[in-house]
Every structure is written in structure tokens, then in C-alpha cells.
């Protein structure tokens, strides 16, 4: 299982975290994780579906899109939409 530690954000909040997390699975699976992982049901804060935005490289990724085949690498910063 191939890894990178990224930069994890929720649009319009002020979470942010460095985490290492696997980049050969989709956006629908690593949404699911990062959401409870985050705590996100727990504080109230609702993400509108499996869309991430991300920078280095600079892509929108959604549902069954896997991390590893657009470049998301060590440095990448994602934000839950």
C-alpha cells in the first residue's frame, strides 16, 4: 500500500492536519475515513459528498476517482468540499 503525508482541510473551517494516509484508494474511501476520523458528524459539520480539492497538483477529485492516478504525493494539500 503506497502512502504520502498530506495536508487534510474542510472547506470553511479551520481544520487542518498533516496525515499520512494510503493514495491507492478512491475519494468515496478516504472521505468516509477522514470524516470520522475528523470528527466531522460529532461537530456538526456536513460535507456536501465525496469531492475533494487539491493543491500539488491542482485537481478536483470525486466518487470513485483514485488518489494514486492524479499525482496526490507527499506536500499535497486536500480539502473535504
Known amino acids: 500500500m ?5 495536508t487534510v482541510g474542510v472547506d470553511g473551517t479551520s481544520i487542518e492536519r498533516d496525515l499520512e494516509i ?9 472521505c468516509a475515513v477522514l470524516s470520522k476520523a475528523l470528527n466531522l458528524e460529532e461537530n ?7 469531492y475533494l480539492k487539491a493543491e ?10 483514485i488518489l494514486k492516478k492524479f ?8 480539502s473535504l468540499v
Open 2 to 6: 503506497e502512502k504520502a503525508i498530506v
Open 22 to 30: 494510503p493514495i491507492d484508494i478512491s475519494v468515496k474511501e478516504i
Open 44 to 50: 456538526k459539520i456536513n460535507i456536501t459528498g465525496y
Open 56 to 65: 500539488n497538483p491542482i485537481c478536483f477529485l470525486k466518487g470513485n476517482d
Open 71 to 78: 499525482n496526490v504525493s507527499d506536500g499535497t494539500k486536500i
